[in-house]
């Protein structure tokens, strides 16, 4: 069996702070650490129900926040610049085929109250996306996207509303693993590790035996993929991109002819939006 794993960092066990998810906070080896200890607990599980291969796509920020010296031994690590990767926090989902899909780490969508740093994929620049006209946060939009290759999610870990999130867009049978309770923005009560690895790897092995009852999440096709941006110069440069089209002051609408080439022209028109031109441009 193969299994395609997507990590980020904001719903990491203990992680609570930006001084823990930056390159430049003063605890980022701290969150890196706690970070590729959750993903380590998930592969150790997937491992034990029999995957063959686990391909680990980090998908924080940077994108090379795992500590690949300590990843565990029967993962494939796909690490590297989103700048290089044009699928980012998906990269690579469709290089061969998948049988399952893990989320761990995730966080909830943008405005979400009671979570852990809520946004949807880039929080300098999203105020909403939405497929079909609901919004959706990264685990309904990559659960959607992956679904639409044929690929089931059969676990989701992060805070307690996140996990709240992700059984309303996958539905009750999803195994999660809850390892914190958001009490704000940047404060929550935390497990510790000791309690909260074995059960990451309790639920990806179960979920991986259980996979015969697990469903992809296909919205219906043609997707209407929209995004309202925080600022309309932010839309004004998204807007540039190939296969996005303005629909209002701060909208975007992202064409494709299949959901995976929207997800690839979203992230390129996040680029363009988050692009700063040169002074003189200004």
Request: charged share 20%; hydrophobic share 40%; with cysteine.
């Given at each position: ?16 702070h930006?001084?823990m ?5 003063r ?7 706690l970070?590729?200890?959750?993903a ?9 129900a029999?995957?063959d ?6 998908g924080?920020g ?8 300590d990843?565990?031994?029967a ?21 061969r ?20 740093h ?9 105020a ?6 609901k919004?959706?946060?990264?685990t ?19 805070d307690?509303t ?18 914190k ?20 790897t ?23 993929l929209e995004?309202?941006?925080l ?17 209002g002051?701060?909208s ?5 002819d ?24 200004g």
């Amino acid at each position: 069996m193969n299994v395609y794993m997507s990590v980020d960092i904001e719903g990491i066990t203990g992680v609570v702070h930006a001084d823990m998810m930056g390159a430049t906070g003063r605890e980022y080896d701290r969150g890196r650490w706690l970070m590729t200890a959750d993903a380590n607990a998930a592969i150790e599980g997937l491992s034990q129900a029999g995957a063959d291969y686990i391909l680990v796509c980090d998908g924080h920020g940077p994108m090379r926040n795992l500590f690949f010296e300590d990843m565990h031994p029967a993962s494939h690590l796909l690490t590297g610049s989103g700048d290089a990767k044009e699928y980012c926090q998906l990269e690579g989902a469709d290089s061969r085929e998948f049988d399952a899909a893990v989320l761990v780490g995730y966080h909830a969508m943008a405005k979400t109250y009671k979570a852990i740093h809520p946004h949807t994929i880039a929080g300098a620049a999203v105020a909403e996306l939405r497929v079909n006209g609901k919004p959706h946060g990264e685990t309904g939009l990559n659960a959607a996207v992956l679904g639409s290759l044929g690929i089931p999610v059969i676990l989701v870990t992060g805070d307690k509303t996140t996990m709240a999130e992700a059984r309303e867009f996958l539905g009750e049978q999803i195994e999660t693993v809850a390892v914190k309770e958001s009490v704000g923005r940047n404060a929550a009560i935390c497990r510790p590790p000791s309690a909260t690895l074995p059960e990451i790897t309790a639920a990806a092995e179960r979920a991986l035996n259980n996979l015969e009852h697990a469903k992809p999440y296909t919205p219906p096709g043609p997707w209407r993929l929209e995004v309202d941006f925080l600022t309309m110069p932010q839309c004004d440069r998204a807007a540039r991109t190939v296969n996005i089209e303005r629909i209002g002051p701060v909208s975007i609408n992202v064409h494709g002819d299949t959901p995976w080439e929207q997800y690839r022209n979203l992230w390129a028109g996040l680029r363009s939006a988050l692009y700063e031109p040169a002074a003189w441009l200004g």
